[in-house]
T-cell receptor, first 117, second 119 residues
Framework: QQQVKQSPQSLIVQKGGISIINCAYENTAFDYFPWYQQFPGKGPALLIAIRPDVSEKKEGRFTISFNKSAKQFSLHIMDSQPGDSATYFCAASMRSGRGSTLGRLYFGRGTQLTVWP | DADVTQTPRNRITKTGKRIMLECSQTKGHDRMYWYRQDPGLGLRLIYYSFDVKDINKGEISDGYSVSRQAQAKFSLSLESAIPNQTALYFC??????????????????FGPGTRLTVL
């Protein structure tokens, strides 16, 4: 079954608006939650990440909000720009402990964001 | 990321053919991964390797095999390609994880992808 559920599948936002992408997980052993950004024709690249001991992480126009009790986290893109048009993947992993699952990323299915000028 | 290269970048093959996709990295990472990407299904893990002697199956390993020839090289093979293996394939690398956030070890660095079409 899918370890990380992501919504919406696609999102269209006007330039200057706020883009919000949501993710949910079940495994409470997850302790690292990155977001990856993928432009057409390229591989995904790390955008921003958060640990569960903080509720919010901000880098420029990108913010992750984390709700540990609800097992949900979201990406907010403020003042969205056409250059932000890309596919966004949330993910989760376990960074502590042992075994073959340590450090493995479990990805959501992705959100295709289009920002209209 | 030029530190992770994949060959070929595009490949068209026929059903039943054997095909190999290759990945090389110069980042010095121990860990390497193979994913496939399909529209609406996101990135699904095929195989991953934590070092040359450690290879693990991912979510969708059936129909695929891998070889870790060296720390820097990780190949994916389709022994007998079928049309539903048509997809975009990505190789990724990472160091071992530790407690840290952005840029910490454990971040996965992806190659540019191989677009595979099986007719």
């Amino acid at each position: 079954q899918q370890q990380v559920k992501q919504s919406p599948q696609s999102l269209i936002v006007q330039k200057g608006g706020i883009s919000i992408i949501n993710c949910a997980y079940e495994n409470t052993a997850f302790d690292y939650f990155p977001w990856y950004q993928q432009f057409p024709g390229k591989g995904p690249a790390l955008l921003i990440a958060i640990r569960p001991d903080v509720s919010e992480k901000k880098e420029g126009r990108f913010t992750i909000s984390f709700n540990k009790s609800a097992k949900q986290f979201s990406l907010h893109i403020m003042d969205s720009q056409p250059g932000d048009s890309a596919t966004y993947f949330c993910a989760a992993s376990m960074r502590s402990g042992r075994g073959s699952t340590l450090g493995r990323l479990y990805f959501g299915r992705g959100t295709q964001l289009t920002v209209w000028p | 990321d030029a530190d992770v290269t994949q060959t070929p970048r595009n490949r068209i093959t026929k059903t039943g053919k054997r095909i190999m996709l290759e990945c090389s990295q110069t980042k010095g990472h121990d860990r390497m991964y193979w994913y496939r990407q399909d529209p609406g299904l996101g990135l699904r893990l095929i195989y991953y390797s934590f070092d040359v002697k450690d290879i693990n199956k991912g979510e969708i390993s059936d129909g695929y095999s891998v070889s870790r020839q060296a720390q820097a090289k990780f190949s994916l093979s389709l022994e007998s390609a079928i049309p539903n293996q048509t997809a975009l394939y990505f190789c990724a690398t990472s160091d071992s994880p530790r407690r840290g956030v952005r840029g910490g070890r454990g971040t996965q660095y992806f190659g540019p992808g191989t677009r595979l079409t099986v007719l």
